[in-house]
Nanobody
Framework: QVQLVESGGGLVQPGDSLRLSCAASVSILSIYRMGWYRQAPGKEREMVGYFTTGGNAVYADSVKGRFTISRDNAKNTAYLQMGSLKPEDTAVYYC??????????WGKGTLVTVSA
C-alpha cells in the first residue's frame, strides 16, 4: 500500500505561482512512476505530468513550460511547481503513484482555484 497526501492548494490570481506537495508513505525510489493529475468541474481527470524512476519528466502540452515536477527522495515527497497560472488551471489536483505492476495509488486531492 502507498498512501499519498497532497497539500499546497488554494486560491490564487491569474499569473501567480503555487507549489503543491505530495508526501508518500513509502520511499519514492520504490515507486515506478509518480505524477500529478487534475480534474476540473464537469471534466474528466487528465494527466498533468509525471516522472519515472531514472527517467525524465513528461508534461501535458497545456502545462509545458509553466509547470515543473520535482522530488525530494529523502523526504519521500514529490512537488508540482505551477507558474503563470490561468483560470483554466482551476481543478482538484491529485497525486498518483504507480507500481511497476501497474497498480495505481491516489491521494485525496487538493483544490487549486485561479481567479481574479
Amino acid at each position: 500500500q502507498v498512501q499519498l497526501v497532497e497539500s499546497g492548494g488554494g486560491l490564487v490570481q491569474p499569473g501567480d505561482s503555487l507549489r503543491l506537495s505530495c508526501a508518500a508513505s513509502v520511499s519514492i525510489l520504490s515507486i515506478y512512476r509518480m505524477g500529478w493529475y487534475r480534474q476540473a468541474p464537469g471534466k474528466e481527470r487528465e494527466m498533468v505530468g509525471y516522472f519515472t524512476t531514472g527517467g525524465n519528466a513528461v508534461y501535458a502540452d497545456s502545462v509545458k513550460g509553466r509547470f515543473t515536477i520535482s522530488r525530494d527522495n529523502a523526504k519521500n515527497t514529490a512537488y508540482l511547481q505551477m507558474g503563470s497560472l490561468k483560470p483554466e488551471d482551476t481543478a482538484v489536483y491529485y497525486c498518483n503513484a504507480r507500481r511497476l505492476s501497474g497498480t495505481d495509488y491516489w491521494g485525496k486531492g487538493t483544490l487549486v482555484t485561479v481567479s481574479a
